[in-house]
């Protein structure tokens, strides 16, 4: 029987909500799964900064290293606005994305039929959508030194962030997208603003030489970020797999997700290099929306990208595909019925709270189950 730890980190606003309703699909799985799920929980973002004065502890992250997966809720709020920049809560997440080298973040867009018409396309244009956004993780303009505000002689102040960006750094997203899009539709775009920018230049070279050199039977396209996103509204489903680097990864799934019908059904998982020895890779798993601090505690929070993001675990740490298809199943079953927490109701329509929507997602996992 396999056994998994996992570090969860609720973190801020509707984090610990949803978090429960993770807590609730691992206990299922645990009896349920042939498998055995060890847990443990720790604080990161405002959270931390309130007990600790830092966003994550040197505590924390060694667990976070030493799990098999690192389950992440959300951070941040209006609270914590005048906290130093160092110590925001968003430090500790770009914390465990560094210093476990996180490089490659996959973020599904996915729209559920029964979601169609609540989209804010045309239903033709977003039914069936299924693609993949994969975002360079620890470089570019987010990590790039120098990276500060100084004082001029003059007394006016400037803002520097530096994008920088090597050979290796493209070479290993690439490839992760490559890889990817062998099991799906065999397509990569790469987008970048070569037209403008140096290191689009250099990512364009890179992933037109890694192409040509390891993965010719993939079919690639090199897209302009800003036509990118134009055509992620006007066809999303020309795409299979768009990779790019960190900033415009972080814009372009975020527009992405509202394809789907809602930022709360994105999940998203953030992955490191193979380790030499065992193969496994360093892995995080969190919902693509934020920690919503004007619905934090009302119990109308969407779980379903939390519970997407904890089946992803089970298929890329955990190598249950079988389990992660469950859950996946078990989501549709669930909008299938008509069940709608407030994001994603009609206008006039009864809709779920957190721990119902919940509670359903696990009875259709035990249906599905038998």
């Known amino acids: 029987m396999a056994s998994f730890n996992l570090l969860l980190l609720p973190g801020d606003g509707i984090g610990p909500e949803v978090m429960s309703e993770v807590e609730r699909v691992i ?171 140096r290191t689009g230049v250099l990512w364009n070279q890179v992933v037109t030489a890694l192409h040509k050199a390891e993965y010719s039977d993939v079919t690639l396209e090199h897209m302009l970020a800003d036509a990118g996103s134009m055509q992620l509204v006007r066809w999303p489903k020309q795409f299979d797999v768009i990779v790019t680097d960190n900033l415009f990864g972080d814009m372009l799934s975020d527009q992405a997700a509202m394809l789907t019908g809602s930022l709360g059904m994105l999940p998203s998982a953030s992955l490191g290099a193979p380790d030499p020895a065992t193969g496994k890779r360093k892995a995080l798993y969190e919902p693509v929306h934020g920690s919503a601090p004007d619905i934090a505690g009302k119990g109308v929070a969407n779980p379903i990208a939390m519970i997407a993001s904890l089946g992803m675990s089970l298929r890329y740490s955990c190598d249950m595909g079988e389990a992660a298809d469950l859950v996946d199943g078990a989501i549709a079953d669930v909008l299938n019925s008509g069940t709608r927490t407030a994001d994603l109701a009609a206008k006039g329509h009864n809709s779920v709270s957190t721990t119902e929507m919940g509670e359903a997602i696990v009875a259709a996992m035990s249906k599905r189950a038998g």
Not at 28 to 44: A, H, I, M, P
Request: charged share 30%.
């Open 27 to 197: 206990g299922w799985l645990d009896k349920n799964s042939g498998s055995t799920f060890e847990t443990e929980t720790d604080l990161v973002g405002g959270s931390s900064y309130d007990a600790h004065k830092v966003s994550i502890t040197d505590a924390a992250m060694e667990k976070a290293q030493a799990a098999d997966a690192v389950i992440f809720g959300s951070v941040g709020g209006p609270k914590w606005d005048s906290v130093p920049y160092e110590v925001r809560p968003e430090a500790g997440l770009l914390r465990l994305r560094k210093d476990m080298d996180l490089f490659a973040n996959l973020r599904p867009a996915i729209c559920y039929p029964a979601l169609a018409d609540g989209s804010s396309l045309k239903r033709e244009i977003v039914e069936g959508l299924d693609i993949l956004i994969l975002r360079e993780l620890t470089g570019g303009v987010y990590f790039g030194e120098p990276k500060e505000i100084v004082t001029l002689e003059n007394g006016e102040k400037r803002a520097v962030d530096t994008q920088v960006y090597t050979t290796h750094e493209i070479e290993r997203i690439a490839a992760v997208a490559f890889e990817l899009a062998r099991t799906r539709g065999n397509k990569v775009t790469s987008m970048e603003k070569r037209n403008v920018m």
